[in-house]
């Protein structure tokens, strides 16, 4: 059972998401479109389903399609140490990679991940996160494309999660403990 804990208004509204999505694809668009090649998005779940399908809805770039799980978090709190659930299934060696992340925190994952991708020879790796928590950074970790830089606090909707749940809120919001 999910432990209870308080949320407020929208810390970051939907509308406020929608926007900024947008802003983000016009940008992956136009670093893009210059190559000509393919991008491959590679989608980290379970967090970062949401805002991925709203991003590719406004890609015009030709993109392909991966996904893959990883976690270093349990609960409200960093494990320390990533697991790698699910990896990707399409060959990435000479492509453009676009890795897509909910949040960056410790960055841990991400760092892990990028390094991951990029032992498969690919043309490119680049980072986009919606989310950038840099105060809670414990390792550093290069985002290309930054949706919103938050404070240090526990957030959770619009894919993000609190032990599974939360996850379908439209808005992002801080969580805090009973």
Same mark, same amino acid.
């Given at each position: 059972?999910? !432990?209870?804990?308080?949320?407020?208004?929208?810390?970051?509204?939907?509308?406020?998401?929608?926007? @900024?999505?947008?802003?983000?694809?016009?940008?992956?668009?136009?670093?893009?479109? !210059?190559?000509?090649?393919? %991008?491959?998005?590679?989608?980290?779940?379970?967090?970062?389903?949401? #805002?991925?399908?709203?991003?590719?809805?406004?890609?015009?770039?030709?993109? @392909?399609?991966? #996904? $893959?799980?990883?976690?270093?978090? &349990?609960?409200?709190? /960093?494990?320390? +140490?990533?697991?790698?659930?699910?990896?990707?299934?399409? =060959?990435?060696?000479?492509?453009?990679?676009? %890795?897509? +992340?909910?949040?960056?925190?410790?960055?841990?994952?991400?760092?892990?991940?990028?390094?991951? $991708?990029? /032992?498969? &020879?690919?043309? /490119?790796?680049?980072?986009? &996160?919606?989310?950038?928590?840099?105060?809670?950074? @414990?390792? =550093?970790?290069?985002?290309?494309?930054?949706?919103?830089?938050?404070?240090? +606090?526990?957030?959770?909707?619009?894919?993000?999660?609190?032990? +599974?749940?939360? @996850?379908? $809120? !439209?808005?992002?919001?801080?969580?805090?403990?009973?």
């Amino acid at each position: 059972m999910t !432990p209870a804990i308080k949320i407020g208004d929208p810390f970051i509204t939907a509308d406020a998401i929608r926007q @900024r999505v947008k802003e983000m694809a016009l940008q992956i668009n136009q670093d893009y479109t !210059p190559t000509g090649r393919a %991008l491959s998005v590679i989608i980290v779940l379970k967090g970062a389903c949401f #805002f991925a399908i709203d991003l590719l809805r406004h890609l015009t770039v030709s993109t @392909r399609l991966d #996904f $893959l799980q990883a976690s270093s978090y &349990s609960g409200m709190g /960093s494990t320390g +140490e990533v697991h790698l659930h699910k990896d990707i299934t399409m =060959p990435i060696a000479g492509t453009d990679v676009l %890795l897509v +992340e909910d949040i960056v925190d410790t960055g841990l994952t991400a760092s892990w991940l990028l390094q991951h $991708l990029s /032992s498969h &020879s690919p043309a /490119s790796v680049r980072l986009c &996160s919606l989310l950038d928590k840099p105060r809670g950074r @414990r390792i =550093p970790a290069k985002i290309d494309y930054v949706g919103f830089v938050i404070p240090d +606090e526990f957030v959770l909707g619009y894919g993000l999660d609190y032990d +599974e749940a939360y @996850r379908n $809120l !439209p808005a992002i919001y801080v969580a805090k403990p009973y």
